[in-house]
């Protein structure tokens, strides 16, 4: 009987550690960019960084951005352009947990980058 109660514990202890890391959603993915130095035909190059602040890895993050364009090809392998929506690619398309991935654009303005999909995964 103790070694049940004892069991029961543990695994009440564990759900709740579960249920602490699975607290991560899109809204712990926020982007942020600053303007560079650098100009890429007479437009600025914009530095953007991701940020996953969240315990989880989070995989196929998908950000939409309003007519975003770019004079400056974005580097394929952190992510990809498809319309208004940007996939990212970096690191087989898993962003690790608390991380920043970062990608370069030029144009006149910056855009505002929004997260529409992706999918959480916690261990
Ligand atoms: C966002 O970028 C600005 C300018 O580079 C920087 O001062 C600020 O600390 C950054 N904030 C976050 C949360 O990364
Ligand atoms: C963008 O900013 C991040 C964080 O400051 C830096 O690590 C990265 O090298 C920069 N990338 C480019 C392309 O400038
Ligand atoms: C994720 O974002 C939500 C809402 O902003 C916040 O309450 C939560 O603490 C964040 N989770 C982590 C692990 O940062
Ligand atoms: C990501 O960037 C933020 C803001 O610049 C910084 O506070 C944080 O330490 C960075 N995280 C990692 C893992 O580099």
């Given at each position: 009987m103790a070694a049940f109660i004892k069991f029961l514990c543990i695994f009440f202890f564990l759900s709740l550690v579960r249920e602490g890391n699975c607290?991560?959603?899109l809204s712990n993915v926020s982007v942020n960019q600053s303007k560079s130095e650098l100009v890429v035909q007479q437009k600025?190059?914009?530095n953007a960084t991701i940020n996953l602040d969240c315990p989880c890895t989070l995989t196929d993050l998908v950000l939409s951005s309003n007519?975003?364009?770019t004079v400056l090809p974005l580097?394929?392998?952190v992510i990809v352009q498809s319309g208004?929506?940007?996939q990212v690619t970096a690191n087989?398309?898993?962003?690790a947990p608390h991380s920043?991935?970062?990608f370069?654009?030029?144009w006149d303005t910056s855009f505002s980058f929004n997260p529409v999909s992706g999918q959480p995964n916690c261990s």
């Open positions: 607290q991560c959603s600025p190059v914009w007519g975003f364009q580097d394929s392998t208004n929506q940007l087989g398309g898993t962003i920043n991935t970062s370069a654009y030029a």
